[in-house]
């Protein structure tokens, strides 16, 4: 063989060689050193099931149950995995068509990316879980997971609680990416504001799947699995009986109610009008359920107690009271001659509900017998005391007052959205009447109206300082937390930090005030609150009551505390168009004291819970609003799917679609829409010919 001939035989040979160990080397690297195919052999073969731990469960005051948990299976979908399925058969399973299958794997994919789980179904039902366990080998990139929910076994509170739904891409944000897509979280109510104490930690289980999609085991033993832990339990104050009787009296009704332990600041029961089951707000129907309650006109969703805002009315007059005799511009025996209206602005008003002399003798009196004149006077007593100057320095003094009585601010209960009422500034009034106004301008402020607005805690809280005669606990639902640590102890703090606001006021102040309206309930406004055995203090309000500027039906308000000796209980209720005070709110205030002092009811109160909660009280604006949310709503989707067979109703002149009204409506004049005219997106275009302007564009509250 030629010497070149060697040569190139070596070479070759060197080529060889160095192929051969290189695959040799690679091979070495990819079972020994490397994990890339690994990881992707295991990704095949290994499933990482998220578990989602319990919420912590929420007690009333004797540790009963106000909601608890159960185990309920979302449909995820990871879009990367979803290959070569029967898109037909499994839209047949899953009761949907082939154009949702594609929106929700679209969203999916949008949300969360294509390889990361995404719920496609929530809460399936127990009929749909079955259906696809028995054919999940069927479809890859689909499986279940398993899904704490709430229920509640006394159908209560739901204004309270709050709900819990799929946390949002703000939310996740807002968490620095804590939470993932997929996870719950509050969204209201207590489960909103001791989130991070109800949530628990989630764990993961590495599951194998086999040829089939089928899991089929714990990779590895369980041993890279990592425990779920149970969020911790909450103890509240409430008191599901009473609880329970609030709601029921607010049936078919607008307003709210607050019951306070004026000891604590604990809150005993709160209900807002009108009342919804919060099991309607979870498992499979919640979106169906809240979009309904979307469209009511009544607003079940609001909560009245901390979002409703109305005049007090006459509830106001025992704080008017204690002002004028802190401040030294009446005594106790001071008097008002009243023939039955105001005189002392000309004009004779306000006017008084009595006429006949001596009705207004002193102070015990005039509140017993809750005279109008007599704290119109007292009101302009106060902001014109000489010793400050002005009205207007006055008047601050008066706006200082009513800021320790807790109106026109938040107080700071545990829920979110409280609203803080309104108490009007000097600077305010000062724009509206161009610096010129005086105690005149706005004298109905002695008798709880003008542009005075509370909310029904704010007025619970009210009575409290009075029972307390000078100080308060913040109003607050939680009592204890489970487990309690540092920075639970620190959050709680503000709630069980006593307030001393007006102790400075005589204790001769306060027992003129009580005795005053102890006396409206055993010979003045207020005697269908009477209690044989209880001394109760109470003051009746039958507050003006304006809807779009015209005059409606007054609103039905009633402030209590009892026994008067040791106060156990502070009672404020709000009924919307209830007109006077004793009627509806004194009613139900008697109701809810006797079921909390003595754990039962008289036969009066047992006949007065069964012929209140059957009352329907809806303020005769509702109707219209209903009709008129009802046929935009009907607009918006006849245009959307050009389909208008609901909306046809509305554009022939149809009676109103009537909820939560017993009264027959007159139909509205109707016409129908231009052909060159869209309805969109929820633009107003009405189908009713009335002037646009006159139109009610919200339900007030």
Same mark, same amino acid.
């Given at each position: 063989m030629s010497v070149f001939n060697q040569s190139r035989s070596y070479i070759i040979r060197a080529i060889f060689l160095a192929v051969f160990l290189v695959i040799l080397g690679q091979l070495v690297n990819l079972q020994i050193f490397s994990r890339k195919y690994h990881e992707l052999a295991r990704d095949n073969a290994v499933f990482a099931k998220i578990v989602y731990p319990e919420r912590g469960i929420i007690f009333d005051r004797n540790g009963k149950p106000i909601l608890n948990n159960t185990i309920m299976f979302d449909l995820m979908v990871t879009p990367a995995e979803v290959k070569n399925i029967d898109t037909v058969a499994f839209c047949k399973l899953m009761n949907i068509d082939t154009t949702e299958f594609?929106?929700?794997?679209?969203?999916?994919?949008?949300? =969360?990316?294509?390889?990361?789980?995404?719920? %496609?179904?929530?809460?399936?039902?127990?009929?749909?879980?079955?259906?696809?366990?028995? =054919?999940?080998?069927?479809?890859?990139?689909? =499986?279940?997971?398993?899904?704490? $929910?709430?229920?509640?076994?006394?159908?209560?509170?739901?204004?309270? &609680? !709050?709900?819990?739904?799929?946390?949002?891409?703000?939310?996740?944000?807002?968490?620095?990416?804590?939470?993932?897509?997929?996870?719950?979280?509050?969204?209201?109510?207590?489960?909103?504001?001791?989130?991070?104490?109800?949530?628990?930690?989630?764990? $993961?289980?590495?599951?194998?799947?086999?040829?089939?999609?089928?899991?089929?085991?714990?990779?590895?033993?369980?041993?890279?699995?990592?425990t779920a832990t149970a969020g911790r339990g909450l103890k509240t104050f409430i008191d599901v009986e009473l609880q329970q009787l609030a709601e029921k009296? %607010?049936?078919?009704?607008?307003?709210?109610?607050?019951?306070?332990?004026?000891?604590?600041? !604990?809150?005993?029961?709160m209900a807002s009008g009108p009342t919804f089951n919060p099991n309607d707000l979870t498992g499979p129907d919640f979106r169906k359920n809240y979009g309904e309650l979307q469209m009511l006109a009544t607003r079940p969703l609001l909560n009245r107690a901390i979002k409703g805002e109305y005049p007090p009315g006459s509830t106001f007059k025992p704080i008017g009271g204690l002002i004028a005799l802190d401040q030294g511009v009446i005594t106790p025996s001071y008097g008002?001659?009243?023939?039955?209206?105001?005189? !002392?602005?000309?004009?004779?008003?306000?006017?008084?509900?009595?006429?006949?002399?001596?009705?207004?003798?002193?102070?015990? &009196?005039?509140?017993?017998?809750?005279?109008?004149?007599? %704290?119109?006077?007292?009101?302009?007593?106060?902001?014109?005391?000489?010793?400050?100057?002005?009205?207007?320095?006055?008047?601050?003094?008066?706006?200082?007052?009513?800021?320790? %009585?807790?109106f026109g601010v938040r107080l700071g209960v545990d829920l979110p959205s409280e609203?803080?009422?309104?108490?009007?500034?000097?600077?305010?009034?000062?724009?509206?009447?161009?610096?010129?106004?005086?105690?005149?301008?706005?004298?109905?402020?002695?008798?709880?109206?003008?542009?005075?607005?509370?909310?029904? &805690?704010?007025?619970?809280?009210?009575?409290?300082?009075?029972?307390?005669? !000078?100080?308060?606990?913040?109003?607050?639902?939680?009592?204890?937390?489970? =487990?309690?640590?540092?920075?639970?102890?620190?959050?709680?703090?503000?709630?069980?930090?006593?307030?001393?606001?007006?102790?400075?006021?005589?204790?001769t102040a306060y027992n003129a005030i009580i005795r005053g309206m102890e006396d409206v309930v055993l010979i003045g406004t207020a005697r269908t609150a009477q209690i044989p055995g209880i001394n109760v203090c109470a003051k009746t309000g039958t507050a003006q009551n304006f809807h779009r500027g015209k005059e409606q039906k007054e609103h039905s308000v009633f402030v209590c505390f009892a026994p008067k000796e040791n106060p156990k209980i502070a009672i404020a209720i709000v009924v919307q168009n209830g007109g006077y005070g004793a009627t509806w709110a004194g009613r139900m205030s008697r109701i809810l004291m006797e079921q909390y002092l003595l754990d039962s009811l008289t036969d009066k109160s047992k006949a007065d819970l069964e012929s209140i909660s059957k009352t329907k009280i809806i303020p005769a604006?509702?109707?219209?609003?209903?009709?008129?949310?009802?046929?935009?709503?009907?607009?918006?989707?006849?245009?959307?799917?050009?389909?208008?067979?609901?909306?046809?109703?509305? &554009?022939?002149?149809?009676?109103?679609?009537?909820?939560?009204?017993?009264?027959?409506?007159?139909?509205?004049?109707?016409?129908?829409?231009?052909?060159?005219?869209? $309805?969109?997106e929820r633009k107003e275009y009405w189908a009713i010919t009335d002037n646009k302007k006159n139109i009610p564009k919200a339900a007030n509250i």
């Open positions: 594609r929106e929700r794997i679209i969203e999916a994919i949008i949300k =969360n990316s294509r390889v990361r789980p995404s719920i %496609f179904i929530s809460l399936l039902t127990p009929q749909m879980q079955a259906r696809f366990e028995e =054919n999940n080998w069927r479809f890859s990139g689909f =499986n279940l997971q398993a899904r704490p $929910v709430r229920t509640y076994p006394s159908n209560v509170g739901a204004q309270v &609680l !709050g709900y819990i739904g799929e946390v949002s891409p703000t939310e996740i944000e807002r968490s620095s990416k804590y939470y993932r897509m997929g996870d719950y979280i509050g969204k209201n109510g207590l489960e909103r504001t001791y989130e991070s104490v109800l949530m628990g930690q989630r764990g $993961v289980e590495y599951m194998i799947k086999d040829n089939k999609n089928r899991l089929v085991g714990h990779y590895e033993n369980g041993e890279f699995d990592t009296l %607010f049936t078919d009704k607008l307003g709210g109610v607050v019951a306070i332990d004026p000891k604590t600041g !604990g809150i005993l029961a008002y001659a009243c023939g039955g209206r105001y005189y !002392g602005c000309g004009g004779g008003k306000p006017a008084c509900t009595h006429s006949n002399a001596g009705h207004a003798a002193n102070l015990r &009196l005039a509140t017993a017998n809750s005279c109008n004149s007599y %704290f119109t006077d007292i009101y302009r007593k106060v902001v014109d005391n000489p010793k400050y100057g002005s009205v207007k320095k006055g008047y601050a003094v008066w706006e200082e007052y009513m800021h320790n %009585f807790g609203d803080n009422g309104n108490v009007t500034t000097v600077a305010r009034y000062d724009k509206i009447y161009k610096n010129s106004w005086n105690s005149c301008t706005n004298l109905t402020l002695g008798i709880g109206q003008d542009q005075m607005l509370a909310t029904p &805690l704010q007025l619970a809280n009210s009575v409290c300082i009075i029972a307390n005669k !000078g100080y308060y606990y913040t109003p607050h639902f939680v009592d204890s937390i489970e =487990n309690e640590t540092i920075a639970d102890t620190a959050f709680l703090s503000r709630y069980r930090k006593k307030h001393s606001v007006l102790t400075h006021i005589s204790d604006f509702i109707p219209r609003e209903q009709y008129i949310m009802d046929s935009t709503s009907a607009a918006f989707y006849a245009n959307l799917r050009k389909d208008s067979t609901n909306y046809w109703k509305y &554009l022939r002149g149809d009676k109103p679609v009537k909820k939560d009204s017993s009264k027959v409506v007159t139909p509205l004049k109707t016409t129908k829409i231009p052909a060159n005219k869209k $309805v969109n």
